[in-house]
């Protein structure tokens, strides 16, 4: 983790598959900042939860139970390594269990507000590119870059499943229903913040999205009157 809290905050959300996590840890990466990935931290929630034996469709028991368990995640620009409880989750929260589960146990108004909380804590005063699904509507509107990353449900499905070597059919419906409870609940949904730079990677490739950013962030900030 870097000791300096320096620089800018980047947020990116956006549906699973549409390539924020690749996005992310590779503008994190050119910048020379921290790297925050959101959804590992409700997935090692959800792994948590099952291990404590506790239905992640009763939401009174998770939101008694996840404001309460310990959880650690890096910020290195790389692929997030978590653990809860003391114990490394970072290869379970992959898992099709937690897969399954996360939607129900990150619904759950006790658990966003929790994970927001921490997520918060972790930007500090920034030099972090932070990826999630309300990230630049809930847990860091006032970012200096809010970026909405978007793909073709197909495309996002066939990156998935060449991810997870799944069948990409069964992927694709998964990431419907997905995509339909993270849109639909009441606490954070993921929703577009109304001065993001939409950007549709269905016919991009990861270098090219990084590029659109980084200009982006430029553009951002630029003296007035000199924008390009």
């Known amino acids: 983790m870097r000791a300096d809290r320096g620089g800018p905050v980047i947020a990116i959300d956006g549906p699973s598959g549409s390539g924020k996590s690749t996005v992310a840890r590779a503008v994190a990466t050119r910048l020379g900042l921290r790297y925050l990935d959101t959804g590992a931290m409700y997935r090692a929630a959800t792994a948590a939860v099952l291990a404590a034996g506790i239905d992640p469709d009763d939401a009174a028991a998770v939101a008694a139970y996840v404001p309460g368990v310990e959880l650690e995640i890096s910020t290195e620009p790389a ?135 980084l200009a982006a962030l430029d553009r951002a900030a630029a003296p007035a009157g000199q924008q390009p």
Do not use: H, N
């Open 79 to 213: 692929p997030a390594r978590v653990s809860a409880g003391g114990s490394d989750l970072t290869t379970e929260i992959r898992g099709p269990a937690v897969t399954a589960a996360v939607s129900a146990v990150s619904a759950v108004p006790a658990v966003r507000a929790a994970m927001v909380a921490r997520q918060r804590r972790l930007i500090g005063a920034g030099g972090i590119v932070v990826e999630g699904r309300d990230i630049g509507t809930v847990v860091a509107p006032a970012a200096d870059l809010k970026v909405f990353l978007t793909a073709d449900p197909a495309a996002r499905a066939a990156r998935r499943a060449l991810e997870t070597d799944a069948d990409v059919g069964r992927t694709e419906a998964d990431l419907a229903r997905r995509d339909r409870l993270d849109t639909s609940r009441a606490a954070s949904p993921l929703a577009q913040a109304p001065d993001a730079l939409v950007l549709d990677s269905t016919d991009l490739d990861p270098d090219a999205v990084v590029a659109e950013i």
